[in-house]
């Protein structure tokens, strides 16, 4: 059964650095794309890191490049965001989430995702 679980959200203040963890099952990143996914009260979810392994196609938002970071430890099938120079904009519910398919470049939408995870909360306040 294939399962995701996030962790790590939580209150930061702006300027503040946050990483989450994505623990991971019932697959591997040799077949399946993964990536972080966010959405803010009001508004549409949207993809910010998303990784397809067999290509090394990668995307990231324009909205969180040079600040946000996806890396991994294979050893624990876990993946990472870690979140730097957090901006209250960044306020919003993250999600982990995967789909047997390449999620690099454009393909990084909710509409190509079938797996995710329960969300967690980044809440950027002073």
């Known amino acids: 059964q294939l399962q995701l679980v996030e962790s790590g959200g939580g209150l930061v203040q702006p300027g503040g650095t946050l990483t989450l963890s994505c623990q991971f099952s019932?697959?591997?990143?040799?077949?399946?794309?993964i990536g972080w996914f966010r959405q803010a009260p009001g508004k549409e979810r949207e993809g910010v890191i998303c990784i397809w392994d067999p290509s090394n196609s990668e995307y990231t938002a324009d909205s969180v490049k040079g600040r946000f970071v996806m890396f991994r430890d294979n050893s624990k099938n876990t993946v990472f965001l870690q979140m730097n120079s957090l901006k209250p904009e960044d306020t919003a519910v993250y999600y982990c989430?995967?789909?047997?398919?390449?999620?690099?470049?454009?393909?990084?939408?909710?509409?190509?995702?079938?797996?995710w995870g329960q969300g967690t909360q980044v809440t950027v306040s002073s």
């Open positions: 989430a995967a789909e047997y398919d390449n999620l690099g470049g454009s393909r990084c939408h909710i509409r190509l995702v079938n797996y």
């Open positions: 019932g697959f591997t990143l040799d077949y399946y794309g």
